[in-house]
């Protein structure tokens, strides 16, 4: 991995909120902080949970805040086949199998698949599992978080790459395209920092590189809540840019307005890029609590 791309990959389940925006801007400020490139990517296999032109309009509210990205937009809607190219050797090779076992069946083991309770069940779809050996344990350093260290075994088991209600599951797609995007660095919300070792893992299982990781902060509501499970979490106005932006980068740990007197996010942006201190990003939730129908 030499030359910096990072990339914003958000799902279609809402509009752009202040979790989401904190979580773009900072990996877009990463990104040019290294001179590097920045691509989005709409995570939209899981097509019972997304909005009806939330990605549209997602897209539409990036360029408002002039977070614009140096490609054409990936969609995983539109990846099956790439998919399917890549599952093949795994169940080939034994490292992936059919599994018909269903949440409840696996709920005395805590949801944590080590083995299979039964065989093929008539009228039941099998799921496709990764093989998750004994004792495999993962470790990384997290850019921002420090040393982490995972027993995918215990905590994870043999999770899931193709769902037994047909969509591909989360953790294959996204480790399959940051590959193929040629993504070196993946920039994202705490919540995700549990799926890192499950997706180091699977890159290995496939030959695939693994980029240097870095896990912003999460911003949740005054309950604790995720953002984007919250009531809290109103859309950012994306015609009036500068306040969210200004408020993501004081969530980002940065002390000053790098441009107070800008009034474009162009030139706010540019400004932030070299005033941007890493190293200032915090490690504990943010607490976001905004007046009713403002970000």
Avoid at 17 to 36: E, K, N
Avoid at 45 to 54: K, L, M, N, S, T
Avoid at 147 to 168: E, I, N, S, T
Avoid at 208 to 235: E, F, Q, Y
């Amino acid at each position: 991995m030499s030359a910096y791309r990072g990339r914003f990959a958000p799902s279609p389940t809402g509009d752009l909120h202040a979790g989401s925006l904190l979580a773009a801007l900072g990996s877009w400020l990463l990104a040019r902080r290294a001179g590097g490139e920045w691509h989005v990517r709409i995570e939209d296999v899981d097509r019972p949970r997304e909005v009806p032109g939330a990605a549209d309009r997602q897209l539409n509210a990036l360029h408002a805040f002039g977070l614009v990205p140096d490609g054409p937009v990936l969609r995983q809607s539109e990846r099956d086949a790439v998919y399917r190219g890549m599952l093949e050797p795994l169940l080939a090779s034994g490292r992936a199998f059919h599994c018909w076992c269903s949440r409840a069946d696996l709920a005395a083991s805590g949801g944590v698949h080590r083995a299979c309770v039964h065989g093929p069940v008539p009228g039941r779809a099998p799921a496709i599992r990764l093989r998750v050996d004994e004792g495999t344990d993962v470790a990384f350093v997290d850019a921002i978080r420090g040393p982490v260290r995972q027993r995918v075994d215990l905590v994870a088991g043999d999770f899931v790459l193709f769902r037994a209600d047909g969509l591909w599951a989360y953790q294959f797609a996204v480790v399959v395209d940051d590959a193929l995007q040629g993504i070196t660095d993946v920039v994202r919300g705490a919540d995700l920092l549990d799926s890192t070792p499950r997706q180091i893992l699977l890159q290995r299982n496939l030959g695939l590189p693994t980029p240097r990781h870095a896990h912003l902060p999460l911003v949740t509501d005054a309950a604790g809540r995720k953002l984007s499970k919250s009531d809290a979490a109103w859309p950012v106005d994306a015609a009036d840019p500068l306040p969210a932006l200004r408020r993501a980068w004081l969530q980002l740990g940065q002390a000053v307005d790098p441009a107070p007197d800008a009034r474009t996010p162009a030139r706010w942006l540019g400004a932030a890029v070299d005033a941007f201190e890493p190293a200032r990003i915090p490690t504990g939730e943010i607490r976001h609590t905004p007046a009713r129908g403002h970000a």
